[in-house]
């Protein structure tokens, strides 16, 4: 009686949703699709955590699952979700995630699996892909691999996977996607973190948790789930300045928490891949490289005072000889651009500027390493822009010396 | 005649000796309360440099925008605070060593003095709050304009901080009553004089230059939409 029990809750589909009534109905009926498809032998349950949508998006959703069963949670709100729009779209995302994997250990789940209720692109394979490593091959944690066009994702690329994988010595392309799949063993893991209640959590939960997991003693995998595109939550975009303050400063608030655990790993190894590669990339537009430049070259005449709180005085020196020259030539050294971010990593644990001040500095810093990046993979197909964002990724492996020191002896801040 | 001259001397004499006799008790006492005061002054003085050296005060005096780099660079905001302290304590010393001169002229005076202490302490925060709220201001401006590209950031993160640090200064004189007429009439002609020149000037001159900044800007925020960083 109680394996069948178990068993016929083997498998949730969690579903995080916030104004979504125009994506929720396909990404329920794929979730079915997939259960009965799929992982018939399994039965699993449907989940939904809403955020407080008020276009009818709970509504499509219990048209989509038909006679299915929908479980329906509703997290907990605050009045301060109303104060600061997350750069994913969903407030109050940590309480939704946390209601939903609660739910995954009451019902003593073999393995869960979240999607965002916003993208267009779920498919029943999508599930497949990711909770099938998890159900058959003991997998604790699969994350998707989107294919994007190498413009895309470029502060993913640029500063999120080289510093995570630098840091925790695993290569999750992809660590702030909002999908992932993870066993039981690791729903217990994650409501066993402290992490749920900090500042911040709301919007950096998802980076947490892949922290939280490449920092622990699990088997990770990663899923080509193909293209991800999804609607737009809100009409007004956030600001680049507020994505790197939200994006960087969760990466960093975690980076102070876990300093004794990354101060120990050196290198980094692949994880297992799954899933089928997509050929071509989608097309992106194309970002306007010397407007990119131009933010560069203002800031390093502008904001040198602020800088040089934060970095040494040679690579203030380095980034105004890069300005002044030609944007044609133009070309951010990578161990450089590792250093950059290293140095701000200590600044933000040092308190030398106010935080938000620090991060959203970072901008123009950010801008032109952009324009020297897309400068450098502009002639190249997709797989050669891939290496150069592994090269990229090994020069912040190669410098993370210079973090450790800094962070043991951080008078030599700035200094050298 | 002679009798009564020497009389009237030794009274004269008397009375001398008694007024010095009385007086020099309270220069005693003033005596006293002034070297009190110094020792207390010279602990103090000592004692406050180096807790605000321990507590790495300077540093972030300066992050907070109390640099004195720029106007007296042998001097730091720790040895400048450690000063006011010294000469604070020397002149509450003397303040009080005078009151037990028990002269009326100086006691009444000792008095109004200290009396106008909180004007001056509240005036004198005042005068931080402003300064911190301006460079902060100023820095948070600068940054944001840098980051919307606009070529003209520091000239209006200037103009911010130093609209800030004029308003806080205006608060701290009326707070402390120097010249509070002239202070309200001048920092409302100054005030509306910058907002009609202002108005004027983009209003007149700078017309077609906003309406295409603003232009842009909109069509610049359009294109960003489409680029997902994350």
New interface residues.
């Given amino acids: 009686m109680a394996d069948a029990a178990r068993a016929k809750n083997a498998l949730l589909v969690g579903l995080i949703s916030f104004q979504d009534g125009e994506t929720i109905g396909p990404v329920v009926a794929a979730a079915r699709a997939a259960l009965t498809g799929h992982f018939g032998d399994l039965a699993g349950r449907i989940v939904l955590a809403d955020c407080g949508s008020t276009d009818g998006t709970v509504a499509r959703a219990r048209e989509a699952v038909g006679s299915g069963d929908l479980l329906e949670l509703s997290p907990p709100r605050s009045t301060s979700d109303l104060l600061e729009q997350p750069y994913h779209g969903v407030p109050g995302k940590a309480r939704a995630l946390r209601a939903i994997l609660a739910t995954a250990r009451d019902l003593e789940s073999r393995a869960c699996v979240i999607v965002d209720g916003k993208v267009r692109t779920v498919t029943p394979q999508w599930f497949d892909w990711l909770c099938r490593p998890v159900v058959d091959h003991d997998f604790d944690y699969v994350l998707p691999y989107y294919h994007r066009h190498p413009y895309a994702g470029a502060l993913t690329r640029g500063l999120v996977y080289p510093l995570v994988r630098a840091l925790y010595g695993v290569r999750l392309r992809q660590p702030a996607a909002a999908e992932f799949a993870c066993s039981g063993r690791l729903v217990e893991h994650f409501l066993d973190e402290d992490f749920w209640d900090r500042e911040a959590s709301q919007v950096g939960i998802d980076l947490w948790l892949a922290t939280s997991v490449a920092a622990a003693d699990f088997r990770l995998g990663e899923a080509a789930v193909g293209i991800h595109t999804h609607h737009a939550r809100s009409e007004a975009a956030l600001d680049l300045g507020t994505t790197i303050a939200q994006v960087v400063g969760s990466l960093f608030a975690d980076l102070e928490r876990r300093a004794a655990r990354w101060q120990r790993t050196r290198g980094s190894v692949p994880v297992q891949q799954f899933g089928t590669p997509v050929a071509e990339p989608p097309p992106a537009s194309s970002p306007d490289v010397e407007r990119l430049f131009e933010s560069f070259r203002l800031a390093s005449r502008e904001l040198r005072d602020i800088w040089t709180w934060v970095l040494p005085p040679r690579t203030i020196v380095d980034l105004r000889k890069l300005a002044d020259g030609p944007v044609a030539q133009f070309r951010l050294d990578d161990e450089m651009w590792a250093r950059i971010v290293y140095d701000f990593a200590l600044g933000y644990r040092l308190r030398v500027l106010p935080r938000d001040h620090l991060l959203r500095s970072l901008v123009p810093l950010y801008s032109g390493w952009w324009a020297s990046f897309i400068l450098q993979v502009r002639a190249l197909d997709a797989a050669a822009a891939d290496q150069r964002v592994e090269d990229l990724a090994m020069a912040f492996e190669a410098q993370k010396p210079y973090l450790i020191s800094r962070w043991r002896w951080p008078e030599r801040l700035r200094s050298g | 005649m002679v009798e009564q001259f020497n009389r009237a001397l030794g009274l004269a004499n008397t009375r001398i000796v008694e007024a010095v006799g009385n007086f020099l008790p309270g220069v005693l006492v003033f005596l006293v309360v002034l070297a009190v005061t110094l020792a207390v002054a010279l602990v103090l003085r000592s004692t406050v440099r180096r807790g605000l050296n321990s507590l790495d005060f300077d540093r972030r005096a300066e992050?907070l925008g109390m640099s004195l780099a720029s106007w007296t660079p042998s001097h730091s905001a720790s040895t400048l605070i450690a000063s006011i302290v010294y000469w604070t304590i020397l002149t509450l010393g003397l303040l009080l060593g005078l009151t037990a001169l028990d002269a009326a002229l100086p006691s009444q005076f000792a008095v109004s003095v200290l009396e106008y202490v909180p004007h001056l302490l509240a005036a004198l925060a005042i005068g931080v709050g402003g300064g911190i709220v301006a460079r902060?201001l100023a820095?948070?401006i600068?940054?944001?304009a840098?980051?919307m590209?606009m070529?003209s950031?520091?000239l209006i993160s200037l103009t911010v901080k130093w609209l800030v640090l004029i308003v806080a200064a205006a608060m701290a004189l009326d707070h402390i009553g120097i010249g509070r007429t002239v202070l309200l009439l001048a920092f409302g002609i100054l005030f509306g004089g910058v907002v009609l020149a202002c108005a004027i000037a983009v209003g007149l001159g700078a017309r077609e230059a906003v309406s295409r900044a603003l232009d842009r800007q909109l069509r610049?925020?359009s294109?960003?939409?489409?680029?997902?960083?994350?």
């Fill in positions: 992050l902060y820095r948070a600068l940054i944001g840098v980051n590209g070529q950031a520091r610049e925020a294109r960003d939409d489409t680029v997902n960083h994350v």
